[in-house]
């Protein structure tokens, strides 16, 4: 018998995840379920103060003082903190049962890592991560006895698919969409704009990740990122662009067999099932699946017009602080790009270049992974 109601707070909860997480919560048929204790956002006030009008957590964080006060002005019994330290204030909460880490960028490392200490599982939305600390959360997770569930569509479904037993796999396979830019040449791709890069055929996403579907470097993040959540060498993953999204991503055991998970595209699945692993219970009704009139179909990415992918990959297997540079290199890169002051050839040519000159720095310390982050966003 699974505990009644467990203790959830939700960084990012005014984000595209952290809004559809609430969204899973609300159409929960057991609402005994979860309890929201805690939520942290970055700047989107307004939003945030519905949602404590409507979930009555303990504690908020926001991103900057100013916003602090304006939260503490309009609720005065409320626990309100801001900026990086009131990220780590939420998930310091011994009491936490789970956490939502939906934010983007390496603001959610440090906070996963302390939660996870203090035994609490964590809903991992954020690559950056395992992609940038993969062996020192993972560690911090087992020490404390503690879970990383992925909320990745495709990582979620590498978890339903395999069971859990993966010590009997041969490979995982992770299917992309291709993106936008799927049947666009290279040429095309550089001159391609921010709108265009945004126009996402199948998911509606933050406007980070969408630009690095884009570039297939989400699809890069993903793979080194199930590298560390399955304890899989990179030469038992897969890539397979699958423009249909049905396919969320399958594994193929030992033995031959391969499973799949399959199901319309849709968010609230992969949250739900990481909130109430490894329960199912009843939520958000999404149009029942039928595969009559469907069509399935795979490619081998082209790593010469989506270099991006390749370069993940080979910064996954020399490891070290290498994924570091290539995330941090490619994330400044990616607001400049938002911004309109770089294009997509600059993304691809600035993180190759930070990557050539990096040396890596073998089994770092979180402070190593720290400073190495700082430089690369300093220099660029």
């Given at each position: 018998?699974?505990?009644?109601?467990?203790?959830?707070?939700?960084?990012?909860?005014?984000?595209?995840?952290?809004?559809?997480?609430l969204e899973?919560?609300?159409?929960?048929?057991?609402?005994?379920?979860?309890?929201?204790?805690?939520?942290?956002?970055?700047?989107?006030?307004?939003?945030?103060?519905?949602?404590?009008?409507?979930?009555?957590?303990?504690?908020?964080?926001?991103?900057?003082?100013?916003?602090?006060?304006?939260?503490?002005?309009?609720?005065?019994?409320?626990?309100?903190?801001?900026?990086?330290?009131?990220?780590?204030?939420?998930?310091?909460?011994?009491?936490?049962?789970?956490?939502?880490?939906?934010?983007?960028?390496?603001?959610?490392?440090?906070?996963?890592?302390?939660?996870?200490?203090?035994?609490?599982?964590?809903?991992?939305?954020?690559?950056?991560?395992?992609?940038?600390?993969?062996?020192?959360?993972?560690?911090?997770?087992?020490?404390a006895?503690?879970?990383?569930?992925?909320?990745?569509?495709?990582?979620?479904?590498?978890?339903?698919?395999?069971?859990?037993?993966?010590?009997?796999?041969?490979?995982?396979?992770?299917?992309?969409?291709?993106g936008?830019?799927?049947?666009?040449?290279?040429?095309?791709i550089?001159?391609?704009?921010?709108?265009?890069a945004?126009?996402?055929?199948?998911?509606?996403?933050?406007?980070?990740?969408?630009?690095?579907?884009?570039?297939?470097?989400?699809?890069?993040?993903?793979?080194?990122?199930?590298?560390?959540?399955?304890?899989?060498?990179?030469?038992?993953?897969?890539?397979?662009?699958?423009?249909?999204?049905?396919?969320?991503?399958?594994?193929?055991?030992?033995?031959?067999?391969?499973?799949?998970?399959?199901?319309?595209?849709?968010?609230?699945?992969?949250?739900?099932?990481?909130?109430c692993?490894?329960?199912?219970?009843?939520?958000?009704?999404?149009?029942?699946?039928?595969?009559?009139?469907?069509?399935?179909?795979?490619?081998?990415?082209?790593?010469?017009k989506?270099?991006?992918?390749?370069?993940?990959?080979?910064?996954?297997?020399?490891?070290?602080?290498?994924?570091?540079v290539?995330?941090?290199?490619?994330?400044?890169?990616?607001?400049?790009?938002?911004?309109?002051?770089?294009?997509?050839?600059?993304?691809?040519?600035?993180?190759?270049?930070?990557?050539?000159?990096?040396?890596?720095?073998?089994?770092?310390?979180?402070?190593?992974?720290?400073?190495?982050?700082?430089?690369?966003?300093?220099?660029?």
């Amino acid at each position: 018998m699974h505990k009644t109601t467990k203790n959830l707070a939700i960084l990012g909860s005014t984000g595209s995840i952290g809004t559809q997480t609430l969204e899973v919560l609300e159409a929960l048929e057991n609402k005994e379920l979860f309890n929201v204790v805690s939520l942290a956002c970055g700047n989107n006030i307004e939003l945030l103060i519905q949602q404590i009008k409507k979930f009555n957590p303990k504690k908020v964080s926001v991103g900057c003082e100013k916003g602090a006060k304006e939260i503490k002005s309009i609720f005065p019994k409320l626990e309100v903190f801001f900026g990086d330290d009131g990220l780590i204030e939420i998930a310091n909460d011994t009491t936490l049962d789970i956490m939502l880490t939906g934010t983007s960028g390496y603001a959610g490392l440090k906070p996963t890592i302390c939660a996870l200490q203090n035994g609490a599982d964590i809903a991992l939305a954020n690559k950056e991560t395992l992609v940038m600390a993969g062996d020192i959360v993972t560690k911090a997770a087992k020490e404390a006895n503690a879970k990383i569930l992925p909320v990745d569509s495709e990582h979620s479904a590498i978890l339903q698919s395999s069971g859990g037993k993966f010590d009997d796999l041969n490979k995982i396979i992770i299917t992309a969409s291709g993106g936008p830019f799927l049947n666009k040449t290279k040429e095309e791709i550089f001159k391609a704009t921010c709108a265009d890069a945004l126009k996402h055929p199948r998911w509606n996403m933050g406007k980070k990740i969408t630009i690095d579907s884009a570039t297939l470097m989400n699809k890069g993040l993903e793979v080194i990122e199930a590298h560390h959540l399955f304890n899989l060498p990179y030469e038992k993953i897969e890539v397979a662009i699958h423009p249909e999204s049905l396919v969320h991503s399958a594994v193929e055991f030992k033995d031959g067999s391969i499973v799949a998970q399959i199901g319309v595209p849709s968010m609230h699945i992969p949250i739900q099932y990481a909130l109430c692993y490894p329960h199912r219970e009843t939520g958000i009704k999404t149009n029942s699946f039928s595969f009559i009139g469907k069509k399935l179909t795979f490619d081998t990415p082209d790593f010469e017009k989506f270099p991006c992918l390749k370069m993940a990959y080979e910064a996954g297997k020399t490891g070290g602080t290498m994924p570091v540079v290539l995330n941090a290199a490619n994330e400044v890169c990616v607001y400049k790009f938002l911004k309109g002051e770089i294009g997509i050839k600059d993304i691809i040519n600035t993180v190759e270049k930070e990557l050539s000159h990096h040396t890596s720095v073998k089994n770092p310390t979180i402070d190593e992974i720290f400073a190495v982050d700082k430089e690369i966003r300093a220099k660029l």
